[in-house]
């Protein structure tokens, strides 16, 4: 049966108020989301081995959101391509907010460098919040000789394609501290990459790799008990923990800088009070003192933010990082 212009646009009127109507629905009953969560056990994805500034982080949360929360929370590492596949299972998971993502500097990375991802950062995933920052410390095997950062600089400019450096993996924020360090420098060193943290500073210690830009919470006890040289920190002010050494911006690059953040991302899909929920009691736990006990003799700072602020600095990360990789040629394996 034909209907009329007049009778299509009521119709059209009467569907649009119905839609408005259903979501107006959906949004009043949405702040209900977060009443009963969560309703089991909060699974944590973290795309790296044990034992970096991601599992630090999402462990310690995990403990204390299982006694606040009354739920178990449960850390789930997910090592390989540079974190990219954890990512992926959180992407993809049930967005009903009990699969979360500990992510690091190497999540924007990833977005800059990997031709094709099975996600997509910006629009897939979402920020709850950040959790810490912390700098590099560029460390060398004793066994390479060096005692300062001109020293090894030199090595490099006299064997170049000689030495190599390790790190957590291809696209691994390691990776990408090294190679601003690498064009910063101006030298000509080979990339090792390696599954996690841990691996690849056991191999720079044991001198199969010369050079490792080691996350400081990872790198600290190591300079300090003299198994690896420790030739400079990442950032433009020296570290309170290691006050005698210099940054590299000191020790012969001016203007270097190399930040590390970690963070805690989920689903986009996820509803907003669950993420809201999330965030306030995420920031609860970064205020205490305990925290700041246990994690800045390690290197790390605790930062949270909004959910917002978070999503607006991984997005600044991928445009400055896809900058340098684009200038250094970068990209993935």
């Given at each position: 049966m034909k209907r009329s212009s007049a009778e299509r646009t009521a119709r059209l009127a009467v569907l649009a108020l119905c839609g408005a109507s259903a979501g107006l629905s959906a949004y009043a009953q949405q702040p209900d989301a977060a009443k009963d969560y969560p309703r089991k056990p909060i699974r944590i994805i973290i795309g790296f081995t044990p034992g970096g500034g991601p599992d630090i982080t999402a462990r310690y949360l995990a403990q204390k959101l299982t006694e606040s929360l009354k739920h178990p929370v449960i850390v789930d590492n997910r090592p390989g391509a540079g974190g990219t596949g954890g990512a992926n299972l959180v992407a993809t998971a049930n967005?009903?907010?009990?699969?979360?993502l500990s992510v690091s500097s190497a999540h924007a990375v990833a977005a800059a460098i990997y031709a094709k991802l099975p996600y997509d950062t910006l629009k897939d995933l979402?920020?709850?919040?950040q959790t810490a920052v912390s700098k590099y410390v560029l460390v060398a095997a004793p066994a390479l000789g060096v005692k300062s950062l001109k020293d090894m600089i030199a090595v490099a400019k006299?064997?170049?394609g000689q030495l190599n450096f390790s790190s957590a993996g291809v696209g691994s924020g390691t990776h990408f501290a090294a190679e601003q360090f690498k064009a910063a420098a101006a030298i000509n060193v080979v990339h090792v990459p390696f599954k996690g943290i841990p691996e690849a500073l056991t191999e720079t210690i044991s001198g199969r790799v010369h050079l490792f830009m080691?996350?400081?919470?990872?790198g600290l006890n190591m300079v300090k008990e003299g198994r690896v040289v420790g030739l400079g920190v990442s950032s433009l002010q020296r570290d309170a923990l290691l006050p005698d050494m210099p940054t590299l911006a000191e020790a012969g690059l001016p203007g270097f800088?190399?930040?590390?953040?970690?963070?805690?991302?989920?689903?986009?899909?996820v509803p907003k009070p669950i993420v809201n929920k999330l965030n306030a009691e995420i920031r609860r736990i970064l205020s205490d003192a305990e925290v700041k006990q246990r994690w800045q003799p390690i290197g790390l700072e605790p930062k949270p933010t909004t959910p917002t602020e978070f999503d607006k600095i991984v997005a600044s990360e991928i445009v400055a990082f896809t900058k340098i990789a684009r200038a250094a040629n970068i990209k993935a394996e």
């Amino acid at each position: 049966m034909k209907r009329s212009s007049a009778e299509r646009t009521a119709r059209l009127a009467v569907l649009a108020l119905c839609g408005a109507s259903a979501g107006l629905s959906a949004y009043a009953q949405q702040p209900d989301a977060a009443k009963d969560y969560p309703r089991k056990p909060i699974r944590i994805i973290i795309g790296f081995t044990p034992g970096g500034g991601p599992d630090i982080t999402a462990r310690y949360l995990a403990q204390k959101l299982t006694e606040s929360l009354k739920h178990p929370v449960i850390v789930d590492n997910r090592p390989g391509a540079g974190g990219t596949g954890g990512a992926n299972l959180v992407a993809t998971a049930n967005p009903d907010g009990h699969t979360l993502l500990s992510v690091s500097s190497a999540h924007a990375v990833a977005a800059a460098i990997y031709a094709k991802l099975p996600y997509d950062t910006l629009k897939d995933l979402s920020g709850i919040t950040q959790t810490a920052v912390s700098k590099y410390v560029l460390v060398a095997a004793p066994a390479l000789g060096v005692k300062s950062l001109k020293d090894m600089i030199a090595v490099a400019k006299a064997k170049p394609g000689q030495l190599n450096f390790s790190s957590a993996g291809v696209g691994s924020g390691t990776h990408f501290a090294a190679e601003q360090f690498k064009a910063a420098a101006a030298i000509n060193v080979v990339h090792v990459p390696f599954k996690g943290i841990p691996e690849a500073l056991t191999e720079t210690i044991s001198g199969r790799v010369h050079l490792f830009m080691a996350p400081i919470a990872n790198g600290l006890n190591m300079v300090k008990e003299g198994r690896v040289v420790g030739l400079g920190v990442s950032s433009l002010q020296r570290d309170a923990l290691l006050p005698d050494m210099p940054t590299l911006a000191e020790a012969g690059l001016p203007g270097f800088s190399a930040d590390l953040w970690f963070g805690m991302l989920t689903s986009s899909q996820v509803p907003k009070p669950i993420v809201n929920k999330l965030n306030a009691e995420i920031r609860r736990i970064l205020s205490d003192a305990e925290v700041k006990q246990r994690w800045q003799p390690i290197g790390l700072e605790p930062k949270p933010t909004t959910p917002t602020e978070f999503d607006k600095i991984v997005a600044s990360e991928i445009v400055a990082f896809t900058k340098i990789a684009r200038a250094a040629n970068i990209k993935a394996e």
